[in-house]
C-alpha cells in the first residue's frame, strides 16, 4: 500500500519529532516508509533550500522565493516522492504544498490563486492523503526554534525565524484557514504537550488508516 502524509507546523512545533516516531510506529507494524522534507530532499532541492534559509539572503523577493520553493517542490516530487508512492511506500513528508500556501500566500501576501497554480504545475496531481498540522502558538514554537537553531551544528537556516511574530501568526492563521477548508485531509493536532501526548493524538488518528501488516 503506497500512502503519502504531509506534516506542517509553524516554527518549532515538533513536526521532525514527531515524524520519526510514526514513522518507527509504522516500521513497527511492517510498512516500508520513506521520510522526507521540503525545500529539500532530493540533492538539487537542497541546493535550493540552502539559498532559501540563508540568513543572509534577507532581500529574497517574494517572487523569487515562490519559484524557488516550487522549483525544490518539482524536482522533489519527481525524483524522490513519486517514485517511493510507485514503490508502495508510505511517505512522510516534513512540510509540503500547504507551507507555500501558508507562508508565501497568507503570511506574505502573495496570490493565492497564483500559489496554488505553482502547486499545481510542481506537483501535479501528488497530494497527501492526510495531512497533519501540528497547532501551537507562535510564542511558544519561535523559542523553540531559535533554541534548536542556535546548538545546530549545520549551515545556520534561521531566515524565517528572524521574522516577526505578527508574521509567524499569519502563518499559524493561514494554516487554520485551509483545515477548515478541507476538513476531511488536513486534521488538527494539538501540538502542545509531551512528545508521548502529541504522539498518541497523531495516533489515533493515523491508526484509521494503518492496520498490521503481513501477519504481525
Ligand atoms: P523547516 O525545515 O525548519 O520546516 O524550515 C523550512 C522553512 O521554509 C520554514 O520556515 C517554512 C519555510 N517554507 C516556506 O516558506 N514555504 C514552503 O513552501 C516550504 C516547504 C517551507
Redesign the pocket.
Known amino acids: 500500500m503506497s500512502f503519502f502524509i504531509s506534516f506542517e507546523?509553524?516554527?518549532?512545533s515538533g513536526?521532525?519529532t514527531q515524524i520519526k516516531l510514526l514513522a518507527s510506529r509504522l516500521e513497527s507494524l511492517g510498512y516500508d516508509v520513506l521520510i522526507t522534507?521540503?525545500?529539500?530532499g532530493c540533492p538539487i532541492a537542497d541546493q535550493i533550500?540552502r539559498i532559501?534559509?540563508d540568513p543572509d539572503n534577507d532581500n529574497l523577493d517574494p517572487k523569487a522565493?515562490?519559484l524557488l520553493?516550487?522549483a525544490?517542490?518539482a524536482q522533489h516530487v519527481a525524483e524522490i516522492i513519486l517514485p517511493a508512492l510507485e514503490q508502495n511506500r508510505i511517505v512522510l513528508c516534513?512540510?509540503?504544498?500547504?507551507?507555500?500556501?501558508?507562508?508565501?500566500g497568507y503570511?506574505?501576501g502573495l496570490d493565492l490563486q497564483l500559489v496554488q497554480q505553482l502547486n499545481i504545475l510542481a506537483a501535479g496531481m501528488c497530494r497527501p492523503h492526510l495531512t497533519l498540522l501540528l497547532d501551537m502558538q507562535p510564542e511558544h514554537g519561535i523559542e523553540r526554534?531559535r533554541d534548536r537553531n542556535a546548538a545546530n551544528q549545520g549551515p545556520d537556516?534561521g531566515?524565517?525565524?528572524q521574522?516577526t511574530l505578527a508574521f509567524h501568526n499569519k502563518?499559524r492563521q493561514g494554516y487554520l484557514k485551509l483545515a477548515e477548508e478541507e476538513p476531511r485531509r488536513i486534521k488538527i493536532v494539538d501540538a502542545d504537550g509531551t512528545l508521548e501526548e502529541i504522539a498518541m493524538r497523531i495516533w489515533r488518528i493515523a491508526s484509521n488508516v494503518f492496520k498490521p501488516q503481513g501477519g504481525m
Not at 507546523?9 to 518549532?12: A, L, M
Not at 516534513?94 to 507551507?99: E, G, H, M, P, V
Open positions: 507546523g509553524i516554527e518549532g513536526k521532525t522534507r521540503e525545500p529539500g533550500r532559501l534559509l522565493e515562490l520553493y516550487a525544490a517542490r516534513d512540510r509540503y504544498c500547504d507551507a507555500t500556501l501558508a507562508y508565501q503570511a506574505r526554534a537556516e531566515r524565517f525565524e521574522e502563518v
